[in-house]
């Protein structure tokens, strides 16, 4: 089983997303807490969704927040036609 965890900018963060009822936007702190409980209930797996801080046409705010947080050689491996995961 894989659980999708939505991270954002911030400190404390959880806020519902009303289009997705029982998930949340978290901060990486709240996220880490998130992570933690699925692993004690013994999810697999957790997919990562970076929130860009401002939307623009290009994307431009996600490649930098992808680039920031998925660093092959920090921790992640790249993983399939350059998506990386978390060792």
Not at 31 to 40: H, L, P, Q
Request: charged residues 25%.
């Amino acid at each position: 089983m894989v659980y999708p965890i939505f991270v954002g900018p911030g400190k404390g963060v959880r806020k519902e997303i009303s289009s997705m009822p029982g998930q949340f936007n978290l901060s990486i702190d709240r996220a880490v807490e998130v992570a933690r409980e699925a692993e004690k209930f013994g999810v697999g797996g957790l997919l990562l969704f970076g929130l860009p801080l401002h939307k623009d046409e290009t994307g431009s705010e996600v490649e930098k927040l992808r680039r920031s947080i998925f660093l092959p050689g920090h921790g992640g491996r790249t993983a399939g036609s350059g998506e990386t995961t978390l060792a």
